[in-house]
């Protein structure tokens, strides 16, 4: 249940060169990272309990929190430059608060949290005596820094990192991802807990991992030429979205997402602007507030994942849209 000896080494190794210092025990094997979470917030949430969440965020973090009885809580980040408002977190923990979760790169926003923002998210952790739950699926897909991960500063802080292969080792749809614990002595009982709640669904798939071992063990030349071609993307993007009467767009710093904020209030709510969009150019976006309503609320989110060509047919129909 736990998954595959080999690929539990291999995903340790990984871990390990970011910062981490664990084996293959630390390791445990999931359907995609949305059950890692499920999983985890499952164990780590009685009902009440409050979970912090970075605003914008993605929605089955707010989801798994609520189906398991507990109350999401936003925090504000900064999106030009990447940083949590710290005051904005500290403000919001109380006695209920059990977790912070990150996300880094984010999606929706591109935000990616250094090292710094990432040292002072551990002490207000440590605190408060708080997990701190860490996606960071988009880690190799950053555009103008090194990548620092949580492990790097979490010293014997409690800290779960969700990760997985849908995104860097593009197998979206086989649904494999993996749940990493660092040494702290607070998820002990996590530790013991979790393959338990794993068993109950037996196994992740085994020609899945053998497919995602060999994605870890094959050549990585192709993930610099993928992030190459999407810092283009973002690049064409976020200069065209500038550029437009109405709109404004943050600089990504990783994953392959826009979040662009809609300043013209006469396209309605966020979701009317997305809506019209897609019915009169044919363009899909989707609506901020889908990413949590408090910060959400206002932008829209796009994906560049598309061909150069299509990205830029794409922004020229956004750009008759917002001046017609």
Not at 9 to 25: H, Y
Not at 118 to 136: G, P, R, S
Not at 161 to 184: C, D, E, P, T
Request: aromatic share 8%; glycine share 8%.
């Amino acid at each position: 249940s736990e998954g595959l000896l080999e690929l539990r080494e291999e995903i340790a190794k990984k871990e390990n060169a970011k910062g981490l210092s664990i084996t293959s025990d630390d390791i445990l094997i999931t359907n995609g990272v949305s059950e890692g979470l499920d999983m985890v917030i499952s164990s780590i949430v009685e009902e009440g309990d409050e979970v912090l969440l970075p605003g914008p965020y993605y929605p089955p973090y707010a989801s798994y929190v609520r189906l398991h009885g507990g109350i999401p809580v936003e925090f504000a980040v900064d999106l030009n430059d990447s940083t949590p408002n710290f005051d904005d977190i500290k403000s919001k923990i109380t006695s209920k608060t059990v977790a912070i979760c990150l996300i880094s790169p984010n999606n929706p926003t591109g935000v990616v949290f250094n090292e710094n923002a990432l040292k002072k998210l551990v002490d207000i952790a440590n605190e408060n005596n708080l997990y701190i739950i860490c996606d960071e699926i988009y880690d190799q897909i950053i555009f103008d820094d090194k990548f620092v991960g949580i492990g790097k500063v979490a010293g014997d802080s409690p800290i779960i990192i969700l990760n997985g292969f849908s995104k860097v080792h593009l197998m979206s749809g086989w649904r494999i991802g993996y749940i990493a614990f660092n040494q702290s002595p607070q998820l002990e009982a996590l530790r013991e807990h979790l393959p338990k709640l794993a068993r109950v669904r037996i196994a992740t798939s085994l020609p899945v991992q053998h497919a995602a071992l060999e994605s870890l063990r094959g050549p990585q030349n192709y993930i610099h030429d993928f992030v190459s071609e999407m810092k283009k993307h973002r690049d064409l993007v976020v200069k065209r979205l500038n550029e437009m009467p109405g709109l404004s767009c943050s600089t990504p710093k990783g994953a392959f997402y826009a979040f662009p904020k809609i300043e013209d209030n006469r396209f309605g709510n966020d979701k009317e602007f997305v809506t019209k969009l897609l019915e009169s150019k044919g363009v899909l976006t989707v609506h901020g507030s889908g990413f949590g309503e408090q910060y959400g609320s206002g932008h829209f989110r796009l994906v560049y994942l598309a061909n150069i060509e299509i990205l830029d047919s794409a922004m020229n129909k956004i750009e008759e849209f917002v001046t017609q």
